[in-house]
């Protein structure tokens, strides 16, 4: 491969890396920590923050209209907002843009409240977004959340129809612990610690500063969606008694006060959406049928698009061969007649049967986030057994802050004493060592970043130990072109057999070493596996900054610098 094309792949290797990397640099270095606390809040949390910010900030700009000032310099958007709007509408522009000209756009309050609030919503969730895409930090660096799964045996006995034995509970038991780790794993929530508690519990540990919600997400997803007949008579009927008594339909506990309202065979449910915030909001009720038309678990897949014509978010399914032809009979028998999705007794969507559907369909009524979440949820099986959050808490790294930092300062001393080491033992030679060095960590991060991967101390391990490796490689390399220079040969000559005779004993070292770091990933859990990814991840990148970057450094002084000469030991004039 010529000079030329070496040196546009590290350029390019260079600029991709620092696209993955920078999520994680904006994010630990260029955030306010008041400003990820809020991102790191729950949904509702952020919901009352934007309202309430809105709220202010537009008794400041009515404040301002009323003294016949501008708009406060740190509410510029709002500002831009009313010109965009006004354009749209074509309408003529004030003499002067102050903040009664741009209240003036708005046909009320609260369509400027809104667009206050639709400022601060987006900039939170833009927030949230970019710490999904940074690197993570595990349970012994920053904590993370520790929760408690309680399985609802009852229910699973009263599905089974008949008493459990050990042997069913035990089951249910090992099944559920496979799914949840084939779950959070698929969501990129990398060593989780996922173990049984007792006879019916399960303990999970998931590091980083996991959103609840998200986490909620994947842990309470039961499995429990469900196909049920909309019954319009019912419906009707309840309607109809609701309007008439609407304070005492319900008790306290959301049951129906005169269950004779409706036939024996149906169950009133809450219809819910989602608004902005990605937050359930109650519609209104609907009734359905008690008995299920088809059961979540006949989805043998499901991906998560957008609808072609209104470009909303829905989920996409295939049902495998008794699902089909259960779903064909049901459709077929039902044209006409609403259908709806219940996911965890909660209705999402009501649709009416246009047509037989036979091995596959689509899901309305999510949010994109929650058409993500819920297709990986059904490929990656329904839980056996319905389980209910029976302790949440957060829990604190194992390692203080200061300890943390003085680990950091070690590492940090260590590289500089390694590099100071090849500067002076290997005069100008070593400056090529130290910058392959640089680019080594940089690239490991960055893939590091790029698959969300959680750093934990075991894998800053794996790290250190790969940048010794390809201090190793360059020590190899080194070493052989003194031996070629000793032979009186010329730079290039000796450069060109140096790396030559040194590649196959670097790659000998370095493929035994990815094996092994294969098989500890594949066969290993937890801190082990995290070493052994972050070990293989190093090994890519030290193989690539010795023999390729390496390389081109020492063909850059020889071609373009034109040295006759390699400064490369003391010895070696």
């Known amino acids: 491969m010529s000079k030329r094309y070496r040196f546009i792949i590290i350029l390019l290797t260079i600029a991709i890396c620092a696209v993955f990397l920078a999520p994680t640099v904006r994010w630990y270095f260029m955030i306010p920590a008041q400003d990820k606390i809020i991102a790191l809040g729950s949904r509702e949390q952020i ?7 809105a709220t202010v900030d537009l008794e400041r700009v009515i404040a301002a209209a009323r003294a016949g000032s501008d708009v406060p310099d740190d509410l510029d958007f709002f500002l831009k907002e009313a010109k965009k709007i006004s354009k749209s509408e074509k309408s003529a522009s004030p003499k002067k843009w102050d903040a009664a000209a741009a209240l003036g756009v708005f046909a009320d309050r609260n369509e400027a409240r809104g667009v206050l609030e639709d400022y601060y ?27 408690v799964l309680q399985a609802n045996l009852n229910a699973y006995e009263e599905r089974l129809g008949r008493p459990l034995s050990d042997e069913d509970r035990n089951s249910a038991i090992a099944q559920a612990l496979e799914v949840l780790n084939n779950r959070i794993d698929r969501f990129g929530l990398t060593e989780p610690v996922i173990r049984r508690q007792g006879v019916d519990q399960i303990y999970l540990e998931i590091p980083g500063t996991a959103d609840p919600e998200r986490i909620n997400d994947i842990v309470m997803g039961k499995g429990s969606l469900t196909f049920q007949m909309v019954d319009s008579e019912a419906l009707a009927a309840f309607n109809s008694y609701y309007q008439t008594y609407p304070g005492t339909t319900f008790d306290g506990q959301g049951n129906l006060v005169d269950p004779s309202i409706i036939p024996n065979d149906c169950v009133v449910r809450g219809v ?91 899901l309305t009524g999510f949010s994109a986030e929650e058409s993500n979440n819920l297709a990986m949820i059904l490929r990656s099986a329904a839980l056996p057994v319905e389980l209910e959050v029976a302790n949440q808490q957060t829990i604190g790294a194992s390692m203080g802050e200061d300890t943390i930092y003085r680990g950091l300062y070690a590492l940090l ?48 391990a794996g790290f250190i130990l790969t940048v010794g490796m390809a201090v ?55 801190p082990i596996q995290g070493f052994a990814v972050s070990l293989a991840i190093g ?22 610098l034109g040295s006759k000469k390699v400064s490369i030991s003391w010895r070696i004039k």
């Not at 919901?47 to 910010?53: F, G, P, V």
């Not at 939170?124 to 710490?131: I, T």
């Not at 500089?416 to 640089?438: D, E, H, P, T, W």
Request: proline share 1%.
């Open 47 to 53: 919901k009352n923050y934007a309202s309430r910010k």
């Open 472 to 526: 190793d490689a360059n020590v190899i390399i080194f070493e052989r072109i003194k031996e070629e220079l000793l032979l009186k040969k010329t730079r290039k000559a000796a450069v060109e057999a140096g790396f030559n005779k040194a590649f196959w004993a670097i790659m000998d070292a370095n493929i035994t070493t990815f094996i092994a770091a294969l098989f500890l990933s594949q066969l290993g859990v937890g």
């Open 539 to 560: 090994v890519f990148s030290s193989v690539f900054t010795a023999l390729f970057v390496s390389r081109l450094i020492f063909d850059f002084g020889t071609d373009v």
């Open 272 to 362: 819910y959406t989602k608004d902005r915030y990605g937050i359930d909001e109650f519609t209104g009720y609907t009734v359905i049928k008690r008995q299920i038309a088809l059961d979540g678990n006949h989805i043998k897949d499901a991906r998560a698009s957008r609808d072609s014509l209104d470009g909303k978010p829905e989920v996409s399914f295939q049902l495998d061969a008794e699902g089909a032809d259960i779903f064909y009979k049901l459709t077929s028998a039902n044209i006409g007649r609403q259908l709806a999705t219940v996911l965890d007794d909660r209705v999402r969507s009501q649709a009416t049967i246009q047509s037989a559907i036979s091995d596959s369909g689509r």
């Open 121 to 147: 919503r987006n900039s939170v969730f833009a927030l949230k977004n970019l710490q999904k895409n940074a690197v993570q930090l595990g349970l012994d660096l920053s904590g993370g959340l520790s929760i």
């Open 413 to 460: 001393g260590g590289l500089a004493a390694v590099m100071v080491f090849l500067l002076l033992f290997y005069k100008a030679s070593g400056v090529n060592a130290v910058v392959a060095q640089i680019f080594n960590i940089f690239i490991m991060f960055s893939i590091l970043s790029a698959f969300n991967f959680t750093l934990t101390l075991p894998s800053i």
